[in-house]
């Protein structure tokens, strides 16, 4: 499918993207920058407090190198710094990306960002609190059995925690981003390719990045593990079907996804009671050429459906406003309409039963996609399931509520 183009699109340079980021980058690293000296005043009080939680004994914890101490003070300021920061860059990333996003799209990415950082942080606090305390503990208990001394470098330890921390935050937040994109029907064997891409493999290159020097010769087999790790979400997707609007091939063998949509026309029209059948994809609006609102919700509907056909019931589609045909056209998706507005108009009173039965009769009567001959057979068909009365020719000047039309008798 083609780059969307929003009605409300605007045409702004590259230089301006490059400008409003790096406002927003330097705010949210002003704003760093005063929390982390903030925070250094008093970090060595809760890095003592973590590190009687951490060590697995009192007497055998020392610090080769002070002045390693001093770094270590600074890095834990500027890890609880950021920890306090997330939610602010969060509505950057949010604010700066929301121009160019559908309303559902806007609203996966401010959910996603969210659940996933509250997801990283709660995973890596938790080891840091409960689970490295206790693997320490265990590794204690062994080297007792030995009968060696131990003696543990405090910076050294508090290092390793932090980077496993960051290496489980960072899994944890990408796997529950997984489940997330999957349980939301965002994820089929066709886009988990995609996110392996966009997803787990940046994932696996900044946990190794950024530990690359910690890890030491466990940097591979991380990075093995870590890949391994992020595949176990997408297994219940990877042989999942696109959640795409039904698919019907037309008289040269394409493929096609036909939408009908039901617009009211601000009342001029009204709806039909029923969906049509299978074939087709449905959507409803009460007036797609006064609400943008409306106008932006079909424009997520075809690309969420992958629609090639967009069929307005009630007017020809010349009315829709010229920004929406583009936007409409840069989807890949075709627009045309039935024009039904001029048949209802012609009965005493809008009737949503008979719309319903002439709307229904107007898409089996469709040549393109299908040939002339399969329409024929599906107006047919459609015949025979109706017993009221059909007019066939030229549409009357005036047709009772009980009567549909039909440009051509297909028997």
């Given at each position: 499918m083609a780059d969307l183009r929003l009605e409300s699109d605007r045409d702004i340079s590259l230089v301006g993207h490059l400008e409003e980021f790096s406002a927003r980058v330097s705010l949210v690293l002003l704003v760093l920058v005063c929390i982390t000296v903030a925070l250094s005043q008093r970090v060595e009080s809760l890095l003592l407090q973590w590190l009687e939680?951490?060590?697995p004994c009192t007497s055998c914890m020392v610090v080769f190198e002070p002045g390693a101490w001093i770094g270590l003070r600074w890095t834990t300021a500027i890890v609880c710094a950021g920890i306090l920061t997330l939610p602010l860059v969060v509505h950057q990333a949010v604010a700066f990306a929301s121009p160019a996003l559908l309303p559902g799209e806007r609203r996966r990415l401010r959910v996603g960002l969210v659940g996933t950082a509250t997801i990283g942080l709660t995973v890596g606090l938790m080891f840091g609190w409960i689970g490295a305390p206790w693997v320490y503990a265990k590794a204690m208990q062994t080297v007792d059995q030995t009968g060696l001394v131990l003696a543990l470098d405090a910076v050294n330890l508090v290092q390793l925690t932090l980077a496993m921390m960051w290496i489980l935050a960072l899994l944890g937040a990408a796997a529950g981003a997984s489940l997330g994109a999957g349980a939301l029907g965002r994820l089929d064997r066709e886009r988990v390719?995609?996110?392996?891409?966009?997803?787990?493999?940046?994932?696996v290159l900044l946990i190794v990045g950024s530990t690359w020097a910690t890890t030491n010769d466990l940097r591979w087999p991380l990075a093995i593990g870590s890949a391994l790790f992020l595949?176990?979400?997408?297994?219940?997707w990877r042989r999942a079907a696109p959640r795409t609007f039904p698919t019907v091939l037309d008289q040269e063998g394409g493929r096609r996804r036909l939408l009908v949509v039901d617009c009211a026309c601000d009342g001029a029209f009204g709806v039909p009671t029923t969906a049509p059948e299978g074939v087709f994809g449905h959507h409803t609006a009460k007036g797609l050429c006064a609400r943008l609102s409306e106008r932006t919700g079909l424009l997520e509907r075809v690309q969420n459906g992958a629609a090639s056909d967009v069929v307005i019931v009630g007017c020809s589609g010349s009315p829709l406003p010229q920004r929406f045909k583009e936007a409409l056209a840069s989807t890949g998706a075709s627009l045309r309409g039935l024009d039904l507005r001029h048949v209802e108009h012609r009965r005493p009173s809008i009737q949503p039963h008979s719309m319903t039965i002439q709307?229904?009769?107007?898409?089996?009567?469709?040549?393109?996609p299908w040939s002339a001959e399969a329409a024929r057979e599906r107006t047919q068909r459609a015949l025979e399931?109706?017993?009221?009365?059909?007019?066939?020719?030229?549409?009357?000047?005036?047709?009772?509520?009980n009567k549909v039309w039909l440009e051509h008798d297909p028997r």
């Amino acid at each position: 499918m083609a780059d969307l183009r929003l009605e409300s699109d605007r045409d702004i340079s590259l230089v301006g993207h490059l400008e409003e980021f790096s406002a927003r980058v330097s705010l949210v690293l002003l704003v760093l920058v005063c929390i982390t000296v903030a925070l250094s005043q008093r970090v060595e009080s809760l890095l003592l407090q973590w590190l009687e939680v951490l060590a697995p004994c009192t007497s055998c914890m020392v610090v080769f190198e002070p002045g390693a101490w001093i770094g270590l003070r600074w890095t834990t300021a500027i890890v609880c710094a950021g920890i306090l920061t997330l939610p602010l860059v969060v509505h950057q990333a949010v604010a700066f990306a929301s121009p160019a996003l559908l309303p559902g799209e806007r609203r996966r990415l401010r959910v996603g960002l969210v659940g996933t950082a509250t997801i990283g942080l709660t995973v890596g606090l938790m080891f840091g609190w409960i689970g490295a305390p206790w693997v320490y503990a265990k590794a204690m208990q062994t080297v007792d059995q030995t009968g060696l001394v131990l003696a543990l470098d405090a910076v050294n330890l508090v290092q390793l925690t932090l980077a496993m921390m960051w290496i489980l935050a960072l899994l944890g937040a990408a796997a529950g981003a997984s489940l997330g994109a999957g349980a939301l029907g965002r994820l089929d064997r066709e886009r988990v390719v995609t996110w392996r891409w966009r997803v787990s493999l940046p994932v696996v290159l900044l946990i190794v990045g950024s530990t690359w020097a910690t890890t030491n010769d466990l940097r591979w087999p991380l990075a093995i593990g870590s890949a391994l790790f992020l595949e176990l979400p997408l297994l219940p997707w990877r042989r999942a079907a696109p959640r795409t609007f039904p698919t019907v091939l037309d008289q040269e063998g394409g493929r096609r996804r036909l939408l009908v949509v039901d617009c009211a026309c601000d009342g001029a029209f009204g709806v039909p009671t029923t969906a049509p059948e299978g074939v087709f994809g449905h959507h409803t609006a009460k007036g797609l050429c006064a609400r943008l609102s409306e106008r932006t919700g079909l424009l997520e509907r075809v690309q969420n459906g992958a629609a090639s056909d967009v069929v307005i019931v009630g007017c020809s589609g010349s009315p829709l406003p010229q920004r929406f045909k583009e936007a409409l056209a840069s989807t890949g998706a075709s627009l045309r309409g039935l024009d039904l507005r001029h048949v209802e108009h012609r009965r005493p009173s809008i009737q949503p039963h008979s719309m319903t039965i002439q709307r229904d009769l107007a898409l089996a009567a469709m040549v393109d996609p299908w040939s002339a001959e399969a329409a024929r057979e599906r107006t047919q068909r459609a015949l025979e399931r109706y017993d009221g009365e059909v007019v066939f020719g030229s549409l009357p000047a005036s047709m009772a509520t009980n009567k549909v039309w039909l440009e051509h008798d297909p028997r």
